[in-house]
């Protein structure tokens, strides 16, 4: 009988995230009740969020359990279906464990059509990715034409995506990465500036770089990054809070105040999750696959093979190793019998 293998958290960590707090373990394939289908891991996206969901306590989702398989997004192949929804060899885009085979209810699925592109990029461009880039860049950021738009972690699936959508809002952006790699990407995809914080001192480099101030920051990293975007806020400027990576695996992370620098600028701060737009995600998708078929959108992937590599490419987000997506192809789609 073919076994199962599944990632359970088994200790929580206090700093950076490693082998010793997640546990690979095998289990029997489940069996199915009415409604739910087998599915068959493909490929399964890696995110910084999941790094909030290890630590107890009270947060815009359920923290994951001790001994129980960390989850997030993935597509994956119905096996087995007891469901007249979807059929053996339907590819689905869902929530799912970290399982090489799960059984799940078959509601909790989108279908998805392999004809229109690739399955991957219902995990990035086409999916919550391309959403939180394009709601938190246009709702919050709302950037014009001839503005100045500072991204951080730009180089990352959600920053690129918003490197991207600013380009075509007719906005000058400037992006910030921390390779030379990563800064040859932004500047093919449209950014006007490129700073390398690695190689760069990030004041000086910033202000070099936004001559006329920055009118929207949309900030993936936070820290010492951040405390250089500030002091050149211009007057009502809207700073767009996504993420905040760089302190994720911090106990305690205290940089210099930003409070004065939003009173004198009478600048916008807001803080979102791309859930928060649940009832606009028809409208988003329409312009992001618009844009895409249009050719004004492009992806990059990052992709690793292996079920047993996905605490690696988990762990290589916060050491900046990916460009764009960060996925782990698991399986191959099998052929419909």
Same mark, same amino acid.
């Given at each position: 009988?073919?076994?199962?293998?599944?990632?359970?958290?088994?200790?929580?960590?206090?700093?950076?995230?490693?082998?010793?707090?997640?546990?690979?373990?095998?289990?029997?394939?489940?069996?199915?009740?009415?409604?739910?289908?087998?599915?068959?891991?493909?490929?399964?996206?890696?995110?910084?969020?999941?790094?909030?969901?290890?630590?107890?306590?009270?947060?815009?989702?359920?923290?994951?359990?001790?001994?129980?398989?960390?989850?997030?997004?993935?597509?994956?192949?119905?096996?087995?279906?007891?469901?007249?929804?979807?059929?053996?060899?339907?590819?689905?885009?869902?929530?799912?464990?970290?399982?090489?085979?799960?059984?799940?209810?078959?509601?909790?699925?989108?279908?998805?059509?392999?004809?229109?592109?690739?399955?991957?990029?219902?995990?990035?461009?086409?999916?919550?990715?391309?959403?939180?880039?394009?709601?938190?860049?246009?709702?919050?950021?709302?950037?014009?034409?001839?503005?100045?738009?500072? $991204?951080?972690?730009?180089?990352?699936?959600? =920053?690129?995506?918003?490197?991207?959508?600013?380009?075509?809002?007719?906005?000058?952006?400037?992006?910030?990465?921390?390779?030379?790699?990563?800064?040859?990407?932004?500047?093919?995809?449209?950014?006007?500036?490129?700073?390398?914080?690695?190689?760069?001192?990030?004041?000086?480099?910033?202000?070099?770089?936004?001559?006329?101030?920055?009118?929207?920051?949309?900030?993936?990293?936070?820290?010492?990054?951040?405390?250089?975007?500030?002091?050149?806020?211009?007057?009502?400027?809207?700073?767009?809070?996504?993420?905040?990576?760089?302190?994720?695996?911090?106990?305690?992370?205290?940089?210099?105040?930003?409070?004065?620098?939003?009173?004198?600028?009478?600048?916008?701060?807001?803080?979102?999750?791309?859930?928060?737009?649940?009832?606009?995600?028809?409208?988003?998708?329409?312009?992001?696959?618009?844009?895409?078929?249009?050719?004004?959108?492009?992806?990059?992937?990052?992709?690793?093979?292996?079920?047993?590599?996905?605490?690696?490419?988990?762990?290589?987000?916060?050491?900046?190793?990916?460009? =764009?997506?960060?996925? $782990?192809?698991?399986?191959?789609?099998?052929?419909?019998?």
């Amino acid at each position: 009988m073919t076994k199962n293998r599944e990632i359970l958290l088994v200790k929580r960590p206090e700093g950076e995230p490693t082998d010793e707090h997640l546990k690979i373990t095998e289990t029997e394939l489940p069996e199915l009740s009415e409604g739910e289908v087998l599915v068959r891991l493909l490929y399964v996206s890696v995110d910084p969020y999941m790094r909030g969901r290890m630590n107890e306590g009270k947060s815009y989702i359920e923290p994951f359990q001790l001994n129980e398989p960390i989850e997030g997004r993935a597509v994956a192949e119905v096996t087995e279906s007891r469901s007249d929804d979807l059929q053996k060899g339907d590819i689905v885009m869902g929530s799912l464990p970290w399982k090489e085979y799960a059984a799940v209810s078959a509601d909790s699925f989108r279908k998805i059509d392999p004809s229109l592109g690739p399955v991957t990029t219902s995990l990035h461009i086409l999916g919550m990715t391309g959403l939180t880039a394009y709601f938190g860049l246009m709702d919050i950021g709302q950037p014009q034409k001839g503005e100045t738009v500072v $991204v951080s972690g730009a180089a990352g699936a959600v =920053g690129s995506t918003v490197v991207q959508i600013a380009t075509i809002a007719g906005a000058r952006v400037v992006g910030i990465a921390g390779t030379e790699e990563k800064v040859q990407f932004l500047k093919k995809l449209g950014a006007d500036a490129v700073i390398n914080y690695q190689k760069e001192d990030i004041g000086s480099a910033i202000a070099e770089a936004c001559p006329g101030g920055v009118d929207v920051y949309f900030d993936n990293v936070g820290g010492e990054i951040s405390d250089a975007v500030y002091p050149l806020l211009n007057k009502f400027a809207r700073i767009v809070q996504c993420g905040a990576i760089s302190s994720y695996n911090k106990k305690e992370d205290q940089g210099p105040r930003m409070q004065h620098y939003l009173i004198k600028s009478s600048a916008l701060i807001k803080g979102f999750t791309v859930s928060d737009y649940r009832e606009r995600f028809p409208e988003g998708f329409q312009h992001l696959s618009k844009w895409l078929s249009e050719g004004k959108l492009t992806y990059e992937e990052t992709i690793i093979e292996g079920f047993e590599k996905i605490p690696k490419a988990f762990f290589g987000l916060f050491k900046g190793e990916n460009i =764009g997506k960060q996925l $782990v192809k698991v399986n191959e789609p099998r052929t419909r019998d």
